[in-house]
């Protein structure tokens, strides 16, 4: 426990629970979200600054990172504004290799001065770490891309959006959960843009401009009389797009059991608030499983994080070399199990692949943060390891000579280490639907929506809960289960994967935070799979009495 | 960027306070120096520095109000950000829940700032990395490890006459230590304002002599055990019981401080009669700020005393919607120990279960505060009063209130993560599964 984080996680209230500082900038109006910031002419020349400033101390290699992140955030519970809030943040980070060591600084203040003394200081830190140094960076080559740009492909830009339009939404959203049963409502929209410039003394200059938007609430239904309460959070996934992920369309709506409704890449808030506040209801009265082995159908937008924690990470090549070892951990994954090409990860019907491409998800991005332009690439064939996560300066040590395009920092103040890309599982070739999937249990149960998570440090043994559950008898769903939790072992668990939807039920899940880092660094993410059934995987009763 | 002085700090907030138009006008200003180390494979990786300052203006009208902030400190950029302010008040919705400044406060001197931790340099992180990379090297042990330096300000001031100051320092140090047979780890974690009370080679060689200990751990059956937790262990599952504090959740019936027919548990017993845990920003073992964000003065707090619940946090407006003073929450937790030390708890053990710390801890049910996790780098098995041999790591499902009531002894205090917390020896502490993780 962090002093400061437990301050945080204490002093706030159930809203503003929802915010992380990270996302914290500086607070600025509205419409200045609007103002077009740095001329890329004059980020080039300061970018330049940077760059020869490194190059004339002895910096072998120097790039820099001027990032501007405009954030809006809206918060309310029931039918009260709690806060609208605007922030900017803008600054440039600065990362060299001299005596063949790292060293990075960062400022606020962009101008020659400032980016010149920042820079000195990441020389004179990698100078100052270079007499520790015992294995020399060495650097995957790139190519020199010149001047070019990349954006998010949205349809409406939330900063163009009115900030009542987005209070009218959320506010409609609590009144449809309160007029169906909850006692409670917090919602939030949290909507992000990254305005990233990046410069290397490889020959690169690249503009970005990304959007992420995502909307969430958390309805409770309370037993006043008993003292018990039960939630139940949004069925919407944080995603690359748009405002226009709020449109609702019914063209990207599905069925799912037991009256669900799932959203594929548009999201209709007011009708999953009043499916939410329906279910959190029945929760206080719902079955508690019986502990013991069952058959999981898991939902996408639940699975997306059992993929997360279960191949997302351990997949990471920083992690299985050591580098994450006093944060994070490290990982089941090593490399001897790459270099074997025999590694059953999982049974033959998986398929997981890494992609910083795919349109909409968290991860898209043109370029990453070393200049490497993103792509798409196998991490489990046919069941078998075939691959992990790799950036420029590790990417030689698994025998490739190619940088996979993933590394990223949050801010300009923090320095790009390797991220996790999205991950991934394709559906299945032949067509097959979530009730056929259903129909063809005999004991077991329907998780979907995210929960409660938790994994060790190298990934082997995990516990995940859901959002909601259902109980599924000899090809039914027969009633909501509360106080479920699932435990397994991740190579045990895909290889206890026997069938997989087809492409008709495929959406993303995702998730703003995925932190790795020291100090701690978020990354947003996304991950895509249809619903998917496990075999005999072992349940636990999570109910207490205290 | 400089730390400012009190006094410079008052210019800057003056005079920006003097171009206000607004009812009420509240500024705060903060700075903070940060630098960090990070090495892993016995080797440097990554490390930075970075420097923040910046301003935040409140304006209010009645009850609308707007923020915004700036990080230049001339007259015009100062005018510049209180108008901002202000037009954005004027924009924003009423806030029904809106409070007006504080007046004049009376606050006592912090002691929460070292002079040799502001000064740390980039030579002194790379010296703390080489002090746990030597010695691992020696033995056949990985080292991987970070060290965080920070010194800062914050000061505030407002339009009813209200003026707070206080700088301070930080240290954070954690490392982990592996066999090079990757069959052990061990970590330790060490935070101080004042960076002259660190040893990094002290605390290298504990990290490695726990992963020595800690190799080829044996499976045991998961299930019911007696546990000495570490501080660092038994403060993270802690933490989430403080998490449950705030009075207005518990009052909405959504907290595990509510109770039935819409109570809460203020004065009720909820663990053992040995627990007592308070708060106190001028504790010189973790030294606070002495007021919070909102110019409220930080004091000494008791939260739960004999394991009663004597406090729970009223933000402001809870608190007069209540009729009651605002209650602050803590800004550090330190909770009563015993004279025993580490190896007089493994001496008084017959059969139990040393933890080093908890990872991975998330929410299973809010409820009952069950939390899940694992345990990690160093779990070892006791018997007839010592340490018998190491033993693979278990996932816990656990609720420090359940916890709290099945303690069997409380050991000494050490300083974890800016709070204090003892070492405790718990009975039928719950293990549910096994990890093969090291």
Known sequence: MKRRDFVQYAGLGAGALMMPSLLLGKDIPTEALLEPGMDALVKKRMADVALNTAKSMGATYADARIGRYLNQYVFTREDKVQNVVNTESFGIGIRVIANGTWGFASTNSVTEDGIQKATEQAVAIAKANSKIQTDPVQLAPVNAYGEVSWKTPIKKDFKEVPVSEKVDLLLSANAAALDNGADYVNSALFMVNEQKYFASTDGSYIDQDIHRLWPTFRVTAIDKAAGNFKTRENMSAPVGMGYEYMDGLESEKLDGPAGLRLYRNSYDMVEDATIAAKQAKEKLTAKSVDAGKYDLVLEPNHLGLTIHESVGHPLELDRVLGYEANYAGTSFATLDKLKSGTFKYGSDVVNLVADKTQVGSLGAVGYDDEGVKTKKWDLVRNGTLTNFQAIRDQVHMIDQNESHGCCYAQSWDDVQFQRMPNVSLEPGKDKYSISEMIKDVEKGIYIAGRGSYSIDQQRYNFQFGGTVFYEIKNGEIVGMLEDVAYQSNTQEFWNSCVKICDESDYRLFGTFFDGKGQPSQSSAVSHGSSTTRFNDVNVINTGRTV | ?438
Do not use: H
């Open chain 2, 1 to 438: 960027m400089a730390i400012y002085t009190k006094e410079e700090a008052r210019k800057i907030l003056e005079k920006a306070l003097s171009f206000s138009k607004a009812d009420t006008c509240e500024i705060n200003l903060s700075g903070t120096n940060s630098g960090n180390i990070r090495y892993a494979r016995n080797t440097v990786s990554t490390s930075g520095y970075s420097s923040n300052q910046s301003l935040a203006v409140q304006a209010s009208f009645g009850k609308k109000s707007g923020t915004a902030t700036i990080d230049e400190f001339d007259d015009a950029s100062l005018e510049k950000v209180v108008r901002r302010a202000e037009e954005l008040a004027n924009l924003s919705p009423e806030n029904p829940e809106f409070m007006e400044p504080l007046g004049p406060q009376m606050y006592d001197e912090s002691i929460s700032y070292s002079e040799a931790t502001a000064n740390i340099t980039p030579e002194y992180r790379a010296e703390v990395a080489k002090s746990g990379i030597e010695p691992a090297a020696a033995q056949d042990v990985t080292a991987a490890g970070f060290f965080n330096d920070s010194a800062g300000f914050s000061a505030m001031i407002n339009s009813k006459g209200l003026f707070a100051y206080n700088k301070s320092t930080d240290t954070d140090f954690t490392v982990t230590m592996r066999t090079n047979d990757g069959t052990g780890s061990g970590w330790v974690s060490r935070d101080f304002n004042d960076v002259t009370k660190f040893d990094a080679s002290a605390a290298s060689k504990t990290a490695i002599e726990k992963a020595v200990l800690s190799r080829e751990a044996k499976a045991i059956e998961p299930g019911k055990y007696t546990v000495i937790l570490e501080p660092a262990a038994a403060s993270d599952l802690l933490r989430n019981m403080f998490g449950s504090l705030d009075a207005r959740s518990a009052d909405e019936g959504r907290s595990f401080m509510s109770a039935a027919d819409g109570a809460n548990k203020l004065g009720q017993k909820i663990v053992d009669e040995r627990v007592n845990i308070w708060s106190d920003p001028l504790n010189p073992e973790v030294p606070t700020s002495t007021w919070n964000g909102e110019g409220q003065p930080l004091k000494k707090t008791s939260w739960l005393e004999n394991g009663v619940v004597k406090n729970l946090a009223y933000d402001r407006f809870w608190a007069k919607e209540k009729g009651v003073d605002p209650v602050p929450f803590p800004s550090n937790v330190i909770m009563a120990g015993g004279d025993q030390s580490l190896e007089e708890l493994i001496k008084g053990t017959k059969k139990g279960i040393l933890v080093t710390r908890l990872w991975y801890i998330r929410s299973v049910d809010p409820q009952t505060l069950l939390y899940t996790g694992l345990t990690r780098d160093g779990t070892f098995y006791i018997e007839n009063g010592q340490i018998k041999y190491p033993v693979k790591n278990f996932r816990f499902n656990e609720s420090p209130i359940i916890m709290l009531n099945n303690l069997e002894t409380l050991g000494k205090q050490v300083r974890i993560d800016g709070n204090l917390i003892p070492y405790m020896k718990i009975r039928d502490f719950t293990f549910t599964s096994l990890s093969d993780a090291v």
